[in-house]
């Protein structure tokens, strides 16, 4: 196990409703990075924190937002849900930003979001 | 713009043959390459990164990979397969941006 833990493990929203997912970063831990992962394919990077602010951004509009905490636990949220937002949500955590340094990224479980 | 290929959406291999999955990057600068592995219903888990000097880079459950640099590639290797070690296996880079970038993912199946 990573540490890194997400909730909730599986949700169903409706078009057009907002979600909230949630995300706790392994110990010591100051970056967290989002990915979405639709079914057969690779995680696509969502955005990156580092220290409270974004760091980076992948091609997703911006009604994907997200927050880090000061104790660097993380939300990501989703509004005006579409249908293909339907995937498998990854939070990561690492020690630094991924990229800088001898920096890995611990994935936790997911977040599996259907949107009927 | 970064990209990874993984060639080969599946590969096949009898337990006790070696094993290699492909990689092929595009970055600018200096690249930093992992490969992570997923095993079903759980989170993707690090195996091992390339971040600077040897190009033979051991990891975790007796994997290693290759940085070649004129080839832009980073084959996932092993000596001798195990039926555990079936699972999904991505590729990824990523640079000081701080931006990451996956394949899609090969699919390892080890067959006793």
């Known amino acids: 196990e990573t540490g890194v833990t997400q909730s909730p493990t599986h949700l169903i929203k409706t078009r057009g409703q907002q979600v909230t997912l949630r995300c706790s970063s392994q110990?010591?831990?100051?970056?967290v990075s989002w990915y979405q992962q639709a079914l057969g394919q690779g995680p696509q990077f969502i955005f990156q924190?580092?220290?409270?602010?974004?760091?980076g951004r992948g091609n997703f509009p911006p009604r994907f937002s997200g927050l880090q905490f000061p104790n660097y636990s993380s939300e990501l949220n989703v509004n005006a849900l579409e249908l293909d937002d339907s995937a498998l949500y990854l939070c990561?955590?690492?020690?630094?930003?991924?990229?800088?340094?001898?920096?890995?990224?611990?994935f936790g479980q997911g977040t599996r979001l259907t949107v009927v | 713009a970064q990209s990874v290929a993984q060639p080969e959406d599946q590969v096949n291999v009898a337990e006790g043959n070696p094993l290699t999955v492909k990689c092929t990057y595009s970055?600018?600068?200096?690249?930093?390459l992992f490969w992570y592995v997923q095993y079903p219903n759980r989170g993707l888990q690090f195996l091992l990164k390339?971040?600077?000097?040897?190009?033979l880079v051991k990891g975790s459950y007796g994997f290693e990979a290759e940085f070649n640099k004129s080839q832009t590639s980073f084959h996932l290797k092993k000596p001798s397969a195990l039926v555990s070690d079936s699972a999904l296996y991505f590729c990824?880079?990523?640079?000081?941006?701080?931006?990451?970038?996956f394949g899609d993912g090969t699919t390892l199946t080890v067959k006793p």
């Open positions: 990561a955590s690492s020690r630094d930003r991924v990229g800088v340094g001898n920096t890995e990224a611990f």
């Open positions: 110990s010591g831990h100051n970056t």
């Open positions: 924190y580092y220290r409270e602010e974004e760091n």
């Open positions: 970055v600018s600068g200096n690249p930093y």
């Open positions: 390339y971040i600077t000097g040897d190009n």
């Open positions: 990824a880079v990523s640079t000081n941006a701080g931006k990451s970038t």
